[in-house]
């Protein structure tokens, strides 16, 4: 029973690093990311019947890629016999010309395949949410219980997004394929924006008990170092792999033994990842030697440097800070980022002058419910002196976050205004 366990085990975790690959070429060959899927998941339980009793293959990768595409001849078959070959395979009526079809399409770059089947989940048809549920499901390996419980959501509802979002995608009949120039540039952008949105979510999770989950900053690592390898003339995507490098490289210093979170001023950088640091920065000079002019996510990257170069939070350079905010704000126009400026601002030129900056956006109907304003003013209130008014700030912004952990860090610095 532990020996069949163990196999049961490495089948998985064999999946889940080979599925994205697996998935990837079946859509090419089929054209089609549900029925592609389904015949990833078809290999993956003759794995799991026939691995236990013959052990996992040298090459297991190649095993599961040749079951699934097995299993796609057999189903091209049965659908001709149904008379509905034409819609999955064009006009060849001879099986024996299938076999090769299949094979020189299964044996194409693998790179291009997996560019493909990236732009393919973050396509600007699905909304936000479903691409960032088809994206972990396809490129990250989730399950949907895993990913449910990610994003705190219940299962049934991702299992909707992401029934939807292939049909979506099959009633489009949204092509396999790599655009080129402006439209490929326009179709990065939701990409790197469900990659964020999936990374910040690991970063700082904005609901539940757990102040991190650092699972899903590895997922978004994993896929921003493959489209770095796939789109390697795009500054952005540079810049986004260099902002998650030297995020993630706070990982160990942001959460303390006891569980509670760990602000940025007071982490232990001794325990920051060096290696994610250097490889943060390379990807910066990267992004910089490709654009210049610098994006919003090689602006944001460029910001989380100056973090990482201080050795104490004493020699952070709040001033060149505060500057790369104000041309964030130009570039990437948003109140979230004003309001960063204003921290920068704060400490670089006072907690007064940043105070104004934050007063300014309280009346900014998109930062109504964000907890963070009143977060930010009442550190700000706090630092000139004002204790009730940062008090009344604290307990405002604890009663707007969803993270318990963020709440009782948000009441502690509410009490210690008393």
């Given amino acids: 029973m532990a020996v069949t366990s163990d196999v049961n085990r490495a089948i998985h975790a064999v999946f889940r690093i080979e599925s994205m690959r697996l998935i990837a070429g079946l859509t090419r060959m089929v054209r089609d990311v549900g029925l592609a899927e389904e ?9 799991l019947e026939r691995w236990p009793q013959t052990g996992v293959p040298e090459n297991p990768g190649a095993w599961l890629m040749a079951t699934a595409k097995n299993r796609a001849i057999d189903r091209i078959r049965r659908d001709r016999l149904a ?29 291009d395949d997996l560019l493909r089947l990236v732009l393919t989940a973050c396509h600007p048809v699905l909304s936000t949410e479903a691409q960032v549920a088809l994206t972990l499901r396809l490129l990250g390996g ?58 910040n979510e690991g970063y700082a999770a904005t609901a539940g008990d757990d102040w991190m989950r650092p699972g899903l900053c590895e997922d978004a690592l994993r896929l921003g170092r493959i489209l770095a390898q796939l789109v390697s003339a ?7 792999l260099a902002l998650m490098e030297i995020q993630a490289s706070r990982v160990r210093a942001r959460v303390a033994p006891s569980g509670e979170p760990v602000l940025l001023l007071d982490q232990d950088r ?112 706090f630092k000139l002196g004002r204790l009730d008014e940062a008090r009344s700030a604290f307990e405002r912004a604890a009663s707007l976050t969803r993270n318990g952990q963020e709440r009782r860090v948000l009441l502690d610095r509410a009490a210690a205004c008393r």
Avoid at 39 to 47: G, N, Y
Avoid at 93 to 99: A, F, G, L, P
Avoid at 158 to 178: D, G, M, N, W, Y
Avoid at 234 to 240: D, F, I, Q, R
């Fill in 270 to 381: 001794a325990l920051w990842d060096q290696l994610l640091i250097h490889r943060g920065l390379a990807a910066l000079q990267q992004a910089e030697a490709l654009d210049p002019a610098r994006g919003p996510y090689t602006l944001q990257a460029a910001i989380a440097a100056c973090h990482a170069r201080a050795r104490t939070a004493a020699e952070t350079d709040w001033s060149r800070i505060a500057a790369l905010y104000e041309l964030l704000a130009a570039a990437a126009p948003s109140p979230v980022v004003e309001l960063n400026r204003a921290v920068a601002v704060g400490m670089a030129a006072g907690p007064a002058a940043g105070l104004r900056l934050a007063d300014a956006l309280v009346s900014d109907p998109r930062l109504l419910g964000y907890h963070l304003l009143p977060a930010v003013r009442g550190d700000l209130l």
């Fill in 142 to 199: 989730l399950t949907t219980a895993e990913i449910a419980r990610a994003f705190l959501v219940p299962e049934p509802t991702i299992a909707q997004r992401i029934v939807r979002a292939k049909r979506t995608l099959s009633e489009a009949q949204v092509p396999f394929e790599v655009p080129r120039g402006a439209e490929l540039t326009a179709r990065l952008a939701p990409v790197l924006q469900v990659i964020y949105l999936v990374f």
């Fill in 83 to 111: 008379g509905r070959a034409h819609e999955e395979i064009g006009q060849d009526e001879d099986r024996q010309r299938v076999v090769p079809d299949l094979d020189a399409r299964i044996d194409e770059n693998v790179g």
């Fill in 39 to 47: 015949l990833a998941q078809d290999a993956l339980v003759k794995a």
């Fill in 234 to 240: 795009e500054a952005e995507v540079h810049g986004l």
